[in-house]
């Protein structure tokens, strides 16, 4: 993603926010971000899809901070869990999401109400597997529950909390006293066999990992073509980190370990740079890589 079609973006989640999604028309985002209809309909086939380019970019943010906490950690640490959740959170805050997913649910427009519910069910499948990662392969069948009682929880708390507070909510707090509260939930369903919704759902977490595996050959593609586009403007460290990617990822064993943390290397080192946004789904692709060959 160039800078240009970055800063479109920015302006269209603002103004999104702003004045509401039905409300802005393609034009106030022309007038907003100095460019002409040629250039959005190059970037954009319609303001829907420039709002899905929106939550679509977040969510890689979102999944890159989670990934990036598990380097050199264990993937059962609760405490891991909580600080992935919180981000979550606290990326919806920092960007101010709430307005444009009610302004989604109150169009009733088919196109984004599927995107959403896609980005959802994938929201409950990471949680699942999380969960399972977390309290072992005997919580399988019980998961999906455990899930939307999770999130659930976590919804009601926070509103409840707005509601009758002037503070902001410590979300990394709440998150710890509600995974504190499954501990006792997951072992009575366990002990007395209780589901409710099952792993019949409609997602399913072996199904959801396995559409997100990327092969090499797709990472080295993606990484030459980047390594090309910034010719000319590339920093020694910058290079460095993509070189380094794509001489382990020829290995015919490539090491997860490195993988990790030259990949946190790599994504930091773009941070706040016209090429941040591209950066955070390569790394994205192959935290989703280096999770499938471990």
């Known amino acids: 993603m160039n800078d240009r079609k970055r800063q ?15 409300a802005t028309s393609v034009q106030d985002i022309l007038e907003e971000s100095k460019i002409s209809k040629g250039t959005f309909y190059n970037y954009f086939s319609s303001k829907n899809e420039c709002l899905l380019a929106i939550l679509e970019r977040i969510k890689v943010e979102t999944s890159v901070r989670r990934r990036e906490l598990l380097i050199g950690r264990s993937a ?24 444009l997913f009610e302004a989604i649910f109150h169009s009733g427009d088919p196109e984004l109400r599927a995107f959403v519910t896609k980005q959802f069910k994938e929201e409950l499948s990471w949680l699942s597997g999380r969960i399972i990662d977390i309290y072992g392969e005997e919580v399988t069948p019980f998961a999906a529950d455990c899930t ?77 073509g ?40 790599f994504n930091n080192t773009f941070t706040a740079t016209p090429h941040e946004a591209e950066a955070q789904e390569i790394a994205s692709k192959l935290w989703y890589y280096a999770d499938t060959i471990k």
């Open 76 to 99: 059962s640490s609760k405490d891991i869990l909580a600080e992935q959740i919180s981000i979550h959170m606290q990326v919806s805050q920092e960007q101010n999401l709430l307005p």
């Open 8 to 22: 479109v973006l920015l302006t269209a989640q603002r103004l999104f926010v702003e004045k509401g999604f039905s």
């Open 226 to 265: 980047f390594q090309k586009h910034l010719e000319g403007e590339t920093k020694p460290e910058e290079k460095q980190y993509i070189q380094f990617l794509m001489d382990e990822l020829r290995e015919a064993r490539p090491r997860t370990f490195l993988l990790e943390t030259i990949t946190h290397s």
């Open 148 to 224: 939307v009682l999770l999130l659930g929880m976590l919804q009601h708390m926070t509103h409840i909390w707005m509601l009758l507070s002037k503070g902001q909510v410590d979300h990394e707090k709440l998150v710890h006293f509600i995974i504190r509260r499954m501990d006792s939930i997951i072992n009575g369903m366990i002990g007395t066999d209780d589901i409710f919704i099952g792993g019949e759902i409609l997602f399913n977490i072996d199904q959801a990992k396995s559409e997100k595996t990327y092969s090499k050959e797709q990472l080295l593609f993606q990484l030459d």
